[in-house]
């Protein structure tokens, strides 16, 4: 099985700019979580979904920040406008089920904004 | 309000040695609780799940333990070698089944042979 697959692995943009991140959960996995990792405030949750809906993004930072899970096999977390204090490493994780048992996260996405 | 603590500070032990790494919880009722290992530029890595009736989970070199009373979990690595060196996280899912999978901040281990 190929994991969790999230692209781009590193992306560098202006301040003001879209970014969107992609992920693609491990097949047959019904729950998918976003997070963002910074030295300063460690792993955070930013939203979950079950089934592609969105259960819970009370973690999603501002309205500049938005995620959408069109199918089982897709994911993309959205930033616009971008801010210099966006810079994070975004990962992606995957469960089999809502609640249970481990996560299996992607290689993560460095977005660093100038 | 609800936190987990992992040492902050790094954990630097000899080859050899057991590696004990602490997390502390307040304000949670944790169905159970996961350690994760994370190597630098890497997504993090499940290594164990113990739930909260559990007291002592192993596997291999590495021993989990869980007091609901302390609210406390220690991580432990025996004969510990230099390729152990990593971050280590703990998570916890609250009770109530929220699906939430909440991080503590990690404690990073060095091991120098």
């Known amino acids: 099985d190929a994991g969790v697959i999230q692209s781009p692995r590193h992306e560098v943009t202006e301040m003001g700019q879209e970014v969107t991140l992609r992920c693609k959960p491990i097949s047959g996995h019904n729950s998918l979580f976003w997070y963002r990792q910074t030295m300063m405030r460690g792993l955070e949750l930013l939203i979950y979904f079950n089934n592609n809906v969105p259960i819970d ?16 096999s897709f994911s993309t977390l959205k930033i616009q ?12 994780a995957s469960s089999l089920a809502w609640g249970v048992g ?5 290689e993560g996405s460095r977005l660093t904004v100038l | 309000s609800q936190k987990i603590e992992q040492n902050s500070e790094a954990l630097n032990i000899q080859e ?7 997390c502390n919880y307040t304000n949670y009722s944790p169905a159970y609780l996961q350690w994760y290992r994370q190597d630098p530029g890497r ?10 009736n559990e007291k002592e989970k192993r596997k291999e070199r590495l021993k989990v333990t ?4 302390l609210k406390q ?14 971050t280590y996280l703990c998570a916890l899912l609250g009770s ?10 990690g404690t990073t281990l060095q091991v120098k042979p």
């Open chain 2, 66 to 69: 869980f007091d609901t009373t």
């Open chain 2, 43 to 52: 997504g993090p890595v499940f290594l164990l799940l113990i739930r909260e």
């Open chain 2, 96 to 105: 109530s089944n929220t699906g939430k999978l909440i991080f503590g901040q």
């Open chain 1, 81 to 92: 406008p971008s801010e210099p204090r966006d810079s994070a490493v975004y990962f992606c």
């Open chain 1, 102 to 106: 481990e996560l299996f996260f992607g």
């Open chain 1, 57 to 72: 993004d009370s973690g999603m930072p501002e309205d500049r920040f938005s995620a959408k899970m069109p199918n089982a």
């Open chain 2, 73 to 86: 979990s220690l991580f432990h690595i025996t004969a510990s070698q230099p390729a152990d060196s990593a």
């Open chain 2, 16 to 22: 050899g040695k057991t590696a004990t790494l602490t």
